[in-house]
Structure formats: structure tokens, C-alpha cells
């Protein structure tokens, strides 16, 4: 079952399309993490999902239910997360976790409390004297105490310290605990934090899902390679598809990045092209290839993808 | 219903010093009407503390009330939350309901209750200003879930304002918001069902905001609404109590003076300069006009006969028939402070003071108005006159009497009069009187309203020692200081008593002073129809008269 489903999803603002004929399907229990640069669409996006904002065209389905039908009674298994979110300033923690718990049947006071432990949250200050990063952690705890179905993270790292970043994941690892599934949708431009967990990524760009792959397959087919050679190189044309970002620092030697890159062949592939040069191919982590993905989409006019 | 309840505690945590607020402001803004608002300041700070000032602080608490919660945007924080839209609004109105509408109720109930008020009546004044406050509060509520901050909500309401005095300025505003002429008897229910139907049109477009968060349409939805509302005020008006007493019921005790006689009163024709109704375009236009007019006679002493209304009709030999413009209670004449002297003389029991020339005069009587143009075209055209006069009665009725001293009041049946302050001017006594009555545009008193009488020709006062047998009558015209209507409606009053008689009719020898007051009572008297009757005046070969100095018209003849 999916927890989440897009079916040529489009919202624009004005003229400004921010979400583009999208389509996507987050099984259930899956860890998604949806990147992509600043004004990619990726708010959007999440907000289309949850009916806060309603869309052009298209339609999305989250937990089974269309999102713009979405009854106050869905809420009870989702949560929601997000930089900028309008909170009830004058509560302190303690009052917004007694005013949330009545409204949730699943809710889970001894989890509450471990979080709050473990996120050093005061409980008598009002939120709105709390830090920014308290502020988010506040949140989180008062959506995560609930065990919901499916939690939604919009940015939910940005301007945090390491250290509040790191209590934010491990409150997020403390969320499993029943056998139901759980699924998780994070966006961020700040990847680092999400790649131990991620099963799936998304990388949206332009209002576009440009790539929509599990994390392990796309650290697969993306390499540095670098071929030195004994004399010097000359760059095959047509380029070989999958390669992006090809340079030259020295005639006799071409870096490149292969998006398409065959573990089971290895460098082999291409080596051929380069026989009796040296080539050292080397994997790349998911901050890496969204660097890739995302000056690949802004050199080709927002229409390439990789 | 648990949400509601959770949302509402939270409210009144949250709140409490706003909700504090609130209450105590409902509490003064009625209290402070019925005591003393009027001894605060001038005019002007009564009209901002009396109307503008709890308009803009009922505006501003409920707006932030409704706001405390934000319900607009993608960021609002309880959109994610298991929280009907349906159950944040319904806590919402209770809270803007217990802060605002409960205490106001509690105090209006008070009031009427304090002042004996009539059960239909005291129903109406709870409805009406329950239901005045709660319809600003669900506009307020409209305004603040439809905007993000007080700030929007100010320039929305600015706006709209704005957009209405743009309107205004196109159109002529009573035209637009009240569809319905001042001088249609019953307006008042109208004007209630206008509040009840904005009241429902308000309830059903903030449940739309609500529930579906689609401000556009709900804007559409208002903008369709403002009609509509109007529509079903003037079609379908509410009255609580739709009958008004009978005539019988007011007083019973005294007979219709069928016996008056009318005449054609010389001058019978006047010309003049004035404005007549255009019925084909439902405009005023200026107009030279050829009036008949008319002298009532025989009116027995203490008697005062007026006009409920005049239609005259001109029918010539081959059934042509001219109808003139009918005329109304508008132009009724008043009656002389003699007349007035007399009918209260008459209801104490005591001898009327003896006319002087001048208020023995009587006032003419205008029996129809036609346009120059019209006279002219119909010259040497010879018909029948027919005038029907709908008349009735007034007598001054005795109300309510007390000591005439300061602070001496006086109530029942939902009315009441104080004494503030009486003081010596020029060797007369003055006192200042405060007239209170609850009162509601919910109830229905009939064809009487609106009364275009003012307060002089309403009410009479006296000043009578009964140990020494002198009296005194107030000065025929008060200064009367309105105030803006509400359920208690609220009259100072400052009335001179010039002169004194003795029982009998002569003047008195000394000057009435404070020893004088000390065994006086205040005797305050109302005037009251008694009785109608009907009159007609019929003329045969009638010729509408012409006159070769009648003046060159300057407008269009409205008959066009």
C-alpha cells in the first residue's frame, strides 16, 4: 500500500508554477527524503499533500484519502513539521502537550516524556521564548508522542546546530516502536542529516520530480571517476550517456561524474574507452549527487535531468 | 463536543485577561448608558463613547479572539491537527458569547427587570441587544478568519468602509441601505429583520470561511448576500409583538370629538415655491404649487385633533378623475402651547390658564398641494371636490407623578423618570430629567410609529402644590438631549416652568421658590390617541382657482 500518491499533481501561484505535473508513490512505511534546491517546489509540495493548500490540477492521495478531503479525523494519524510553522507562542510545552493528548487516541504519554528527556525541553516556558531549534523540537515532540502513521518534515534541519539536528534524528528513530508502518517524508536541501535514513529519494527541481529512486540505487549509479592516462586525453564524442560534469585539469587527465554507473562491470565500461589509462572510480554520498542533480538541472534551463 | 470543550478551556486560559476585559467592558458600556454617560462630557464624547468606542473595542477582542488561534494560511499550526474547522468555530463564538453577549444580557435583563418592564418587551430588548452584539461579533469573527492579523483585519474593514462611502457618494446611502422611506408606518421591524437576516447571513458565510478556507468565495458569497439580506428585510419583516395596542386600550375613559367641523380657512388658496413627489420618477422636484386650505372648528376645549391623513380627488362631469398627492401624519399641525395648557389643565382637573389673542390662533390646514402647470391646464374646468380627512385624537394622560426634588424617580411598566437636578433661572424653576425606556425594534407598536412629534408635543409636565392650590406649566418646546437609541432608551431633558396659575386660572402673586417645590410633585403627562374619525368635504363645480400673478415655473412640470 502507499502511504502517499501523486497523479499529475500541479499547483502555480499566479503565473509561477511551483509544482509541475507531478507523479509519485511513497510506500508505506518508507522513509523518503525529497530534495531538491530553494524553490524547487518542495513545500509546496508537502502542503498539497496535506491540504493546506489546494491545487491546480491534478490530484494526491495521503493515507488512502484524497488530501483535499482530508477530515480533522485523518490529522489523528499524521504529522507535521515545518520551518516557519505558526505555533501557539504563548503555551508553554507542558500546555501544548496537554491540549494535544485528548486529541489523540494513539497518543503516548510515556514516549512524551522520553522525548522531552531526550530534547532537554523545558516544560513552563512558553514556546515563544524558546530558541528556534526548541521551538522545532517542541513541535516534533508534540507530533511524534502520537505515534502517527505517516510524519511530514519540511525543512525541518535548517539553522540548527549539530547537536539539535542530531536529538531531531534520534527523536525520529525512537518513533518506531509498534509493528505498524511507518512513513516518513522529509525535505531538506540539507542532505547530510537524512542520508542514514532515507530508503527512497526524490529530487525535485523546478516543480519537477526529476528523480524518484530508492537512496541505495541512486548511491549505486553515481561515481567520481577520474582516468589518468599516459598521454594526453581527448573526451569521446558524442559524450557516453550518464556522464556529467566532465573536466580536464591536465591534458592526460578527465574527471567526470558517471550517473549510470554498473557495479557488476565495474570500471571496466570505461576503461575500454581509455585503454592503458588508470581509471579510480569513487561512490558518492547523497549530498553529492543532489549537487550534481542540481547543477545539471540549472545548466540545462530546468529541462535536463540525469 | 470534548474538541469544543478543549479549544474553549484553552481560550479562556489563554484569554483570560482579553475575555477579563471584554466583560467588563460589556458590563460598563450598558451600565454606563443606563447611569450617567451623558453627565461624562459634550456630545461629541458621548457619540465616540456611546457608539464608536464598543463598536471598535467589540471589533478589535473579537477579531483577536478569533485570531488566537490562526485558522488562515498554509502555516496555520491547528489546520494539522485533529480539530474541526466546524468545532473551532463553535468554540470560538462561545467564547466571543461569554465575553460579550453573556454580561450584556445579565445587565439588559437587570435593567428591564429593575424597571418593570412588560414581559414582550423585556424579550425584545434581551433578543435585541444579545443579538446586536453577537451579530457584531460574528462580522468581527467573519473579518478575523478571513484575514492573518489584526492589521489585515483593520485595513479590510477600512476598506470596506471606504468602498461604502464610494457607493454612498454614487448613490444616495438611505436609498441603498434603507430600502424603506422613514415615514412608512413600521419601519422598526424591518430594520430588526435586517439584523436578524445579517446575523444569519454573517453565521453562514463564517461557517463557510470555516469549513472550507476558501476566503474567495466567501467574499463572493457576502457580496451576494447584501441583497438578499435586504431583499428579505423588507419583504419578510419580524415583529415579536406584531399588533399595537388598541386605541380603546390606551384610555378609555374619554370620547372622540366627533363633533368638529371643518371649513375652508381664508386664505382658502395659497401659491408657493415647493417640492412635490414626481411619481413617474419617484423624485423631488421643485415645483410652483396652488394649495387649498382649510380651518378645523368647534374643537372642544382641551381637545387636540390631528391628521392621520388627507386624499383629495377632482372628478370632472365625464369621469375624469384627478387624484392629488395624498397627505400624510408628516404634515399634521401642531398645537399651541394653549392647546397643550388646556388638555393638561383638563386631564388634572384644573382651571386652563386664559388664552391670549395670539395662541387662540388656529392653524391652517392644508388640504391638497397641485403643481402650477397642473392648476393652469385644468382652468375653467369645472368638477367635483371630494376631501377625505382621516383624523384622530390626542389627550394628555396623566403617567406618573412624583416629588419634585432631586433624585425623586419614578417606574413602571418599563419606563422611568428621574429627577437629577432642578435649579432656579431668572426666578423660574428648571429641572433637569432623565427619561428612560426600555424599549426594542423587535416589538411592533403599530401604525403610531415613527412618531415625528417632538418631545414637546409628546409629553407635558406640570408642577403642582396641591396645599396651596397653584400650578405650573413647563415651557412648550423642550431642550431634549437624544441620545442615540438602544434597549433603554435614554432622554434628558431640561424643562422650565415660566409660569404659574392658581387653581381657578390666575397668575400667582409670588414667584414659585425652593419652599414652594418642597410641597410640589412633578405630574408628568403623555399624550395619547384616544379616538379616530373620519371627515369628508365634499364641493360641487369645483374649479382648481387661478391666479394671473402665480410665478413662472422653474422646473420641469412633474407630471411629465
Not at chain 1, 527524503?33 to 509546496?44: F, I, V
Not at chain 2, 418592564?117 to 453577537?134: A, D, H, Q
Not at chain 2, 409628546?458 to 423642550?478: D, Q, V
Request: aromatic fraction near 8%; charge should be neutral; glycine fraction near 8%.
Amino acid at each position: 500500500m502507499n502511504a502517499i500518491e501523486c497523479e499529475n499533481l500541479s499547483r502555480s501561484f499566479g503565473r509561477v508554477p511551483a509544482v509541475q505535473e507531478l507523479n509519485l508513490e511513497i510506500p508505506a512505511g518508507t522513509f523518503f527524503a525529497l530534495l531538491g534546491p530553494n524553490g524547487a517546489g518542495k513545500s509546496t509540495l508537502l502542503k498539497l499533500l496535506l491540504n493546506l493548500l489546494r491545487p491546480t490540477s491534478g490530484k494526491s492521495r495521503v493515507l488512502g484519502r484524497e488530501s483535499t478531503s482530508l477530515k480533522a479525523a485523518d490529522f489523528r494519524g499524521i504529522g507535521y513539521v515545518a520551518d516557519g510553522q505558526d505555533l501557539p507562542e504563548w503555551m508553554t510545552v507542558t500546555q501544548l502537550l496537554g491540549f494535544c493528548r485528548p486529541l489523540y487516541p494513539t497518543w503516548d504519554q510515556g514516549l512524551a516524556v522520553r522525548l522531552q528527556g531526550l530534547f532537554d525541553l523545558p516544560g513552563d516556558r512558553p514556546i515563544g521564548k524558546l530558541s528556534r531549534g526548541m521551538r522545532m523540537k517542541a513541535a516534533l515532540l508534540s507530533n511524534l508522542s502520537y505515534r502517527p502513521e505517516l510524519m511530514v518534515l519540511d525543512e525541518p534541519f535548517g539553522g540548527l546546530d549539530p547537536l539539535v539536528r542530531d536529538d531531531f534524528i534520534q527523536g525520529l528513530l525512537e518513533l518506531p516502536g509498534d509493528d505498524r508502518p511507518r512513513t516518513f517524508v522529509v525535505s531538506s536541501h540539507d542532505i547530510d542529516e537524512v542520508e542514514r535514513l532515507a530508503d527512497d529519494v526524490g529530487f525535485l527541481a523546478g516543480g519537477r520530480l526529476l528523480v524518484h529512486e530508492p537512496a541505495d540505487a541512486l548511491r549505486g549509479r553515481f561515481r567520481t571517476v577520474e582516468i589518468v592516462g599516459n598521454q594526453a586525453l581527448t573526451v569521446p564524442s558524442p559524450i557516453p550517456p550518464g556522464w556529467a560534469e566532465i573536466k580536464q585539469p591536465a591534458p592526460n587527465v578527465l574527471q567526470l561524474v558517471c550517473t549510470s554507473f554498473d557495479a557488476s562491470l565495474g570500471a571496466s565500461e570505461i576503461q575500454a574507452r581509455f585503454p592503458g589509462s588508470g581509471v579510480a572510480v569513487q561512490a558518492m554520498t547523497l549530498g553529492e549527487i543532489f549537487l550534481v542533480l542540481a547543477r545539471a538541472h540549472r545548466g540545462s534551463d530546468g529541462k535536463g535531468a540525469l | 463536543m470534548s474538541t469544543v470543550l478543549l479549544i474553549l478551556r484553552k481560550d479562556l486560559r489563554h484569554l483570560w485577561v482579553l475575555a477579563s476585559l471584554g466583560v467588563l467592558f460589556s458590563l460598563f458600556a450598558t451600565l454606563g448608558w443606563y447611569w450617567d454617560l451623558s453627565r461624562i462630557s459634550t456630545s461629541g464624547f458621548i457619540f465616540f463613547a456611546g457608539q464608536v468606542a464598543p463598536i471598535v473595542v467589540l471589533f478589535v477582542l473579537s477579531v483577536a479572539i478569533v485570531q488566537s488561534d490562526p485558522t488562515v494560511g498554509d502555516k496555520a499550526f491547528w489546520r494539522t491537527r485533529p480539530i474541526s474547522p466546524g468545532a473551532l468555530l463553535v468554540a470560538k463564538l462561545l467564547v466571543l458569547c461569554l465575553v460579550f453577549a453573556l454580561p450584556s444580557l445579565l445587565v439588559n435583563l437587570f435593567l428591564a427587570v429593575s424597571m418593570d418592564t412588560p414581559f414582550p418587551v423585556l424579550l425584545g430588548m434581551v433578543i435585541e441587544s444579545t443579538g446586536m452584539i453577537l451579530i457584531e461579533c460574528l462580522v468581527s469573527a467573519l473579518v478575523g478568519a478571513v484575514t492573518r492579523s489584526l492589521m489585515q483585519a483593520a485595513a479590510a474593514v477600512l476598506a470596506s468602509a471606504l468602498l461604502l462611502m464610494a457607493v454612498a457618494v454614487l448613490n444616495p446611502l438611505p436609498q441603498l441601505f434603507v430600502p424603506w422611506r422613514m415615514d412608512i408606518p413600521g419601519h422598526a421591524p424591518r430594520m430588526a429583520a435586517m439584523g436578524v437576516y445579517s446575523g444569519i447571513a454573517a453565521l453562514i458565510l463564517l461557517a463557510h470561511q470555516f469549513l472550507t478556507r476558501r476566503w474567495v468565495r466567501t467574499l463572493v458569497l457576502l457580496v451576494a448576500f447584501v441583497p438578499a439580506v435586504l431583499f428579505a428585510s423588507v419583504h419578510w419583516p419580524v415583529s415579536i409583538r406584531s399588533t399595537s395596542p388598541t386605541e380603546a386600550e390606551t384610555s378609555a375613559k374619554l370620547e372622540t370629538s366627533v363633533g368638529v367641523q371643518m371649513m375652508l380657512m381664508p386664505p382658502a388658496v395659497t401659491w408657493s415655491t415647493s417640492y412635490v413627489n414626481n411619481p413617474a420618477t419617484g423624485k423631488t422636484v421643485k415645483a410652483h404649487t396652488v394649495a387649498m386650505n382649510a380651518a378645523m372648528r368647534s374643537i372642544p376645549e382641551g381637545r387636540i385633533i390631528q391628521i392621520d391623513s388627507i386624499t383629495s380627488a377632482l372628478r370632472f362631469p365625464g369621469g375624469e378623475e384627478l387624484q392629488f398627492q395624498p397627505i400624510g401624519r408628516a404634515f399634521w399641525p401642531y398645537w399651541s402651547s394653549l392647546t397643550q395648557a388646556t388638555a393638561i389643565s383638563r386631564e388634572l382637573g384644573l382651571a386652563p390658564p386664559a388664552p391670549s389673542k395670539e395662541q387662540a390662533k388656529q392653524p391652517r390646514l392644508r388640504l391638497f398641494t397641485v403643481p402650477n402647470e397642473k392648476a393652469v391646464a385644468l382652468a375653467g374646468k369645472r368638477g367635483t371636490l371630494t376631501v377625505t380627512l382621516k383624523l384622530y385624537e390626542l389627550a394628555f394622560h396623566q403617567v406618573a407623578s412624583l416629588p419634585a426634588r432631586p433624585g425623586a424617580h419614578w417606574t413602571r411598566d418599563g419606563e422611568m423618570w428621574r429627577v437629577a437636578k432642578i435649579f432656579f433661572e431668572k426666578g423660574a424653576p428648571s429641572a433637569v430629567l432623565e427619561h428612560l425606556r426600555a424599549t426594542s425594534i423587535l416589538i411592533n407598536e403599530g401604525p403610531a410609529r415613527p412618531d415625528y412629534r417632538p418631545d414637546g408635543y409628546r409629553f407635558g409636565l406640570a408642577l403642582h402644590n396641591k396645599k396651596r392650590g397653584e400650578f405650573a406649566l413647563s415651557t412648550f418646546r423642550w431642550f431634549s438631549m437624544d441620545l442615540p437609541q438602544w434597549t433603554i432608551d435614554r432622554n434628558d431633558r431640561i424643562v422650565t416652568f415660566s409660569e404659574a396659575w392658581k387653581v381657578g386660572g390666575s397668575p400667582v402673586d409670588d414667584p414659585i421658590d425652593e419652599s414652594w417645590l418642597a410641597d410640589a410633585e412633578l405630574v408628568i403627562l403623555s399624550a395619547v390617541p384616544v379616538g379616530s374619525f373620519e371627515k369628508q368635504l365634499v364641493l360641487e363645480n369645483f374649479e382648481i382657482p387661478q391666479s394671473e400673478e402665480m410665478p413662472e415655473s422653474e422646473a420641469a412640470p412633474y407630471w411629465q
